[in-house]
């Protein structure tokens, strides 16, 4: 089973940046990226296939970047003007082709990592 790997977070100050990686340990189709804050629901980030085919959440557009190498099985996300409303722990996940790249369901039947914290102060 495909194992996942995030780091990159950090406490940064509001209007900063940090570049999340998710480091997967074999080849997935579609990778995206979750957060959740405390007391909050699981909130879609960004989500990208191995072609390189992305969708961005409207909370993010324009200030986070989802990329992957697929030579290293690496999933980033570049996060630009953080805001203290960014703060959440963030997950990647990872699914097959057979549940599609088009949305964010095929991450209820893939592997997720253990997550990585990202804390945004004022």
């Known amino acids: 089973q495909v194992q996942l790997v995030e780091s990159g977070g950090d406490s940064v100050q509001a209007g900063g940046s940090l570049r999340l990686s998710c480091v997967a340990s074999?080849?997935?189709?579609?990778m995206a990226w979750f957060r959740q804050a405390p007391g909050k629901e699981r909130e879609e980030v960004a989500l990208?296939?191995?072609?390189?085919?992305?969708s961005v959440a409207d909370s993010v557009k324009g200030r986070f970047t989802i990329s992957r190498d697929n030579a290293k099985n690496t999933l980033y996300l570049q996060m630009n003007s953080l805001t203290p409303d960014d703060t959440a722990t963030y997950y990647c996940?990872?699914?097959?082709?057979?549940?599609?790249?088009?949305?964010?369901?095929?991450?209820?039947?893939?592997?997720w990592g253990q997550g990585t914290q990202v804390t945004v102060s004022s």
């Open positions: 996940a990872a699914w097959l082709a057979r549940f599609g790249c088009d949305s964010y369901r095929g991450a209820d039947f893939g592997v």
């Open positions: 074999e080849y997935t189709y579609c």
């Open positions: 990208i296939n191995v072609y390189g085919t992305t």
